[in-house]
């Protein structure tokens, strides 16, 4: 368990000293500030977990010091606790009204001390775990939400055309019949697409590492691409180090340099050339691939791993994408202790890349 910051603010060197000794015995970090200005300072350079405030002090006092806390954004869920030797019902009132959440009397009662704190501490642990299932609550409602609108609509154009071909199927070739089975290619690749999100996002994926020449994956992911790229007259171009070595599940990485891949030839113009690197970086694998598109965004730079993105280019040939490629390609590289990146290229488009441990060559 990380160790709970204390601010001990008092003017009167003697009871820094026993709170001090109290504390730090106690198992506390303590900081310790003589006025209200350098209590403010370190409060929001620090930002300890609690904070101790003497009412009574040359300069800013305890009131307006506790005030100046809770209105700077940093510092105002900080829990203060006043000392004080006016027990006078007046000033608890007014500590309360200023924003602390309780007050302690001098002198000190070593043993009420250490009981309010310890209290107000676990109060405040208390909140921050309720607010953090929150914010994951809300970031689940969301995540749901766009899974209902990305297959509402990413499916019902595909669906619309079976519906379509079906009504000519009984006057029309075999043309039809394959375009019924495109249609629903895309369907289920769409919904692939959200159950290996979901699985990867639930940690229910788990990878079969072996020592694996990335070469060897890089080269299935070209010829597999092959009929793509020549659709649409693109060029695929290999920058390869063979000797590269790591520890991968394949499967599932390669799923990861196929998404590279898929995507660079998808929102790439025709007559492009893809550019695949592989490398080794000192104790590193470096995987990237270069194209000729129309670059990124620097809103779309923010947010292209995340989930369900929809940038702000379209794909050249009208492919479908639901948003999750990438956001796959992050966790499962992330899986394998990688990172995963992307820049704008200075003569336009853009480089996806990523990179994972290299494996000692035997």
């Given at each position: 368990?990380?160790?709970?910051?204390?601010?001990?603010?008092?003017?009167?060197?003697?009871?820094?000293?026993?709170?001090?000794?109290?504390?730090?015995?106690?198992g506390?970090?303590?900081?310790?500030?003589?006025t209200?200005?350098?209590?403010?300072?370190?409060?929001?350079?620090?930002?300890?977990?609690?904070?101790?405030?003497?009412?009574?002090?040359?300069?800013?006092?305890?009131?307006?010091?506790?005030?100046?806390l809770?209105?700077?954004?940093?510092?105002?869920?900080?829990?203060?606790?006043?000392?004080?030797?006016?027990?006078?019902?007046?000033?608890?009132?007014?500590?309360?009204?200023?924003?602390?959440?309780?007050y302690?009397?001098?002198?000190?009662?070593?043993?009420?001390v250490?009981?309010r704190?310890?209290?107000?501490?676990?109060?405040?642990?208390?909140?921050q775990?309720?607010?953090?299932?929150?914010?994951?609550l809300?970031?689940?409602?969301?995540?749901?939400?766009?899974?209902?609108?990305i297959?509402?609509?990413?499916?019902?154009?595909?669906?619309?055309?079976?519906?379509?071909?079906?009504?000519?199927?009984?006057?029309?070739?075999?043309?039809?019949?394959?375009?019924?089975?495109q249609?629903?290619?895309?369907m289920?690749?769409?919904?692939d697409?959200?159950m290996?999100?979901?699985?990867?996002?639930?940690?229910?994926?788990?990878?079969?590492?072996?020592?694996?020449?990335?070469?060897?994956?890089?080269?299935?992911?070209?010829?597999?691409?092959?009929g793509?790229?020549?659709?649409?007259n693109?060029r695929?171009?290999?920058e390869?180090?063979?000797?590269?070595?790591?520890?991968?599940?394949?499967?599932?990485?390669?799923?990861?340099?196929?998404?590279?891949?898929?995507?660079a030839?998808?929102?790439?113009?025709?007559?492009?050339?893809?550019?695949?690197?592989?490398?080794?970086?000192?104790?590193?694998?470096?995987?990237?691939?270069?194209?000729?598109?129309?670059?990124?965004?620097?809103?779309?730079?923010?947010?292209?791993?995340?989930?369900?993105c929809?940038?702000?280019?379209?794909?050249?040939?009208?492919?479908?994408?639901?948003?999750?490629?990438?956001?796959?390609v992050?966790?499962?590289?992330?899986?394998?202790?990688?990172?995963?990146?992307v820049?704008?290229?200075?003569e336009?488009?853009?480089?996806?890349?990523?990179?994972?441990?290299?494996a000692?060559?035997?």
């Amino acid at each position: 368990m990380t160790q709970a910051v204390i601010l001990v603010v008092d003017d009167h060197p003697h009871n820094l000293k026993v709170l001090f000794n109290l504390l730090t015995d106690s198992g506390y970090k303590v900081l310790v500030a003589q006025t209200g200005e350098s209590a403010l300072e370190q409060a929001i350079r620090t930002k300890p977990d609690l904070i101790l405030l003497d009412i009574m002090m040359p300069g800013i006092g305890g009131f307006a010091t506790c005030r100046r806390l809770k209105e700077h954004e940093s510092t105002q869920s900080i829990p203060v606790i006043f000392l004080s030797a006016l027990a006078e019902s007046n000033h608890i009132v007014e500590g309360f009204n200023v924003g602390a959440v309780d007050y302690i009397t001098k002198p000190f009662r070593q043993r009420e001390v250490l009981v309010r704190i310890h209290t107000h501490l676990s109060l405040r642990n208390l909140q921050q775990s309720l607010e953090e299932k929150r914010q994951e609550l809300e970031r689940a409602l969301e995540d749901k939400r766009q899974i209902l609108n990305i297959t509402v609509h990413d499916l019902k154009n595909p669906l619309q055309a079976i519906a379509g071909y079906l009504d000519l199927v009984r006057t029309q070739d075999g043309e039809i019949i394959d375009r019924i089975k495109q249609s629903t290619k895309v369907m289920f690749g769409i919904i692939d697409g959200l159950m290996r999100s979901a699985e990867l996002e639930n940690a229910g994926l788990a990878l079969n590492t072996e020592p694996k020449y990335i070469a060897e994956l890089v080269g299935v992911a070209g010829q597999e691409f092959a009929g793509q790229a020549k659709a649409k007259n693109q060029r695929m171009s290999f920058e390869i180090d063979k000797t590269c070595l790591a520890m991968v599940d394949p499967l599932r990485f390669y799923e990861a340099i196929a998404n590279y891949l898929s995507n660079a030839l998808k929102f790439s113009p025709s007559d492009t050339e893809i550019v695949i690197t592989l490398r080794r970086e000192g104790d590193r694998i470096h995987f990237s691939v270069r194209d000729q598109g129309p670059g990124l965004t620097e809103k779309d730079l923010q947010k292209v791993f995340g989930k369900f993105c929809r940038l702000s280019a379209k794909p050249t040939g009208s492919e479908p994408s639901t948003g999750l490629g990438l956001s796959i390609v992050k966790a499962l590289v992330e899986l394998h202790d990688g990172e995963v990146g992307v820049h704008n290229n200075p003569e336009g488009g853009c480089t996806f890349f990523l990179w994972i441990p290299a494996a000692a060559s035997s």
